[in-house]
């Protein structure tokens, strides 16, 4: 398989496995809403860091059911207190502005950099679920890399994620123009997906 054969073939499994909605998802896109582009763009950063890690790992063949048994409750568990803590926050955020009158005018402090790119990559190495995803698309598109060849594969996740994290940030960018009661259904709904995550990752910590 060619280099270039390689690297499209890890952009296009970047792309899947990124594209499907999910918390991280809604924590880049409310925050480009809230605090601009760059801070969705530094959130993206983030979580695409933990999407190409998880495109690496799964290239070598290593699957969730490799991890020791200890290991996966523990990230489950990481995963759903960092989720409910950040869909708490962020709905507590949307209904105080609610119950203001002067929504667009309310002073945002954005969090420092640090801290949304590393909430971001936190939530993406604590979803677990990336290495099966990545598994399979591997095997549906006949993603071999041989020896050598692994400077196109991180090329083409690296080139993949960040692609589909700017598009993404980019696009609920332009909406910022909209009202300010568009921003705030959008906060109110992100802060339910993410609770839902929370739940779903909590099911993991069973059995």
């Known amino acids: 398989m060619s280099a270039e054969t390689i690297f499209l073939k890890a952009m296009v499994a970047a792309i899947l496995v990124s594209a499907p909605p999910g918390p991280a998802s809604a924590l880049c896109a409310t925050r480009t809403l809230r605090f601009g582009l760059r801070a969705g763009l530094i959130s993206a950063f983030g979580v695409a860091t933990a999407d190409v890690a998880y495109g690496m790992v799964a290239s070598f063949g290593i699957s969730v059911i490799d991890l020791p048994a200890s290991a996966r409750p523990l990230l489950a568990l990481v995963a759903a207190v960092l989720l409910t803590a950040i869909g708490i926050a962020t709905l507590r955020r949307a209904l105080r502005r609610r119950r203001t009158a002067a929504f667009a005018d309310t002073p945002r402090e954005t969090p420092p950099p640090w801290l949304m790119g590393l909430s971001t990559l936190g939530i993406g190495l604590a ?47 332009r909406l910022r123009a909209r009202s300010a009661r568009f921003e705030q259904v959008f906060e109110v709904a992100a802060g339910c997906l993410i609770l839902l995550g929370a739940v779903a990752a909590a099911g993991g910590t069973v059995g």
């Open 127 to 173: 979803t677990i679920g990336t290495i099966p995803g990545y598994l399979a698309l591997y095997a549906a598109l006949g993603v071999r890399p041989e020896t050598g060849a692994w400077m196109p594969l991180i090329a083409g996740l690296v080139t993949g994620s960040l692609l589909w994290w700017t598009l993404l940030c980019a696009g609920i960018d």
